[in-house]
């Protein structure tokens, strides 16, 4: 699962075979076929692992002591994107959602969900910066945190195209400069 999510971050769902994954593994494609019979069975098996990381880092980033306030929090959030285009991936789940109408629908519900996830972390941290004065008090959460998320993938692509790893980062520090009370 390890190498075919590789593979997706790299060059989509379309942009492998199990045979390509049978290469990198060293190991014939039926043995593939026999854990997972269809490709999509092994996407949305990655994407729920994948989720479940992603997931996990937030958790930590929220629960972090070090970090003073949501707009700290939000800006290590940030660095998770950064680091996926520093290592010159994608997010699992921006390059599942380009190939969307080639993916089966436990797929797409991983997909959604790891983009839901993504959206009420988000809306949780800004709650907070509102609540503690770092936000405006008007600020829209859930329009924000969507901004903010589309952002983040986007800077992502970006990233890709400009041998900019760091616009993750940046492009969070202008939104949150626009959100500051």
Known sequence: MTAARSLIQRGGVNGFSYGDLAKTLGIKAPSIHHH??????????????YREEFNGSAAVIADDPALDGPTARIQAYAKLFAATAAADRMCLCGAVSAE??????????????FFDDQVRWLRDQLRLGVADGSFRAELNVDRSARLILSALEGAILLSRAGDRSDLATTVCDAQLELLAA
């Not at 997972?36 to 692992?49: H, Y």
């Not at 080639?102 to 991983?110: A, I, L, M, W, Y």
């Open 36 to 49: 997972f019979p269809r490709k999509d069975d092994l996407v949305a098996a990655v994407t729920v692992q």
């Open 100 to 113: 969307w109408v080639g993916v089966g629908d436990s797929t797409r519900e991983e997909v959604g969900g």
